[in-house]
């Protein structure tokens, strides 16, 4: 079994922010596999199906990408998992350009609020997470302002196959495990930030 989360924040007004990245991997995958993200437990949305031949429990945190942990925490209790192995995280990534894809086995926060607050309820910062590139602010922008923005229409193209992407990662991982997923889908092009940089800048909350 694996549980796959996707973090963002609920309500209209930000579906299609660069925060929500991760909700939109989460409904990509639930789309391919014809999983419905819809029952209301956990503080999440959860959807429960079958990838190649593999039960998911797809996770949508509704506790606002600061509270992530607290839903994240939930889930992994109720279904008795190991961490290290079971669980992939889906989050947005300022240090990455625009459809960039970084995955990890383990790591810090990088200053990510949502990752932050996983790790803390979790205890460990040791579970597999992929990081979808939203691209950094420009000089002069407010963080929280440009994460909780929209996306161009450019940048939007690109991610349409960024998402596509992340759902080959994630089935790679669950087949093949993450080594394979990683050098076959972790992007080649230097990060603009590492994530020591990206921790010390400001708040990605």
């Known amino acids: 079994m694996y549980i796959i989360a996707g973090l963002g924040n609920p309500g209209k007004q930000y579906e299609e922010t660069r925060h929500n990245i991760g909700w939109q991997v989460i409904d990509e995958l639930a789309g391919k596999y014809n999983i419905r993200v819809t029952e209301s437990k956990f503080k999440g949305l959860i959807g429960k199906g079958m990838i190649g031949g593999e039960k998911v429990v797809l996770v949508k945190p509704l506790t606002f990408m600061n509270l992530s942990g607290e839903c994240i925490r939930e889930v992994t209790n109720f279904y008795k998992i190991d961490e290290t192995s079971q669980l992939i995280v889906v989050a947005d990534d300022i240090s990455l350009d625009v459809g960039q894809i970084r995955m990890r086995k383990k790591g810090s926060a990088g200053g990510h609020n949502g990752l932050k607050n996983i ?83 400001a708040d990605n909350g």
């Open 119 to 201: 790790i803390a309820h979790l205890g460990h910062e040791n579970f597999m997470r992929i990081k979808m590139g939203v691209g950094d602010k420009p000089a002069g922008y407010n963080l929280a302002d440009y994460v909780l923005g929209h996306f161009s229409k450019e940048e939007e193209k690109i991610l349409a196959e960024s998402k596509k992407t992340a759902v080959l990662a994630i089935e790679t991982i669950m087949s093949d495990g993450i080594d394979k997923a990683m050098n076959l889908y972790n992007t080649k092009k230097t990060a603009k930030k590492s994530e020591k940089e990206a921790e010390s800048s």
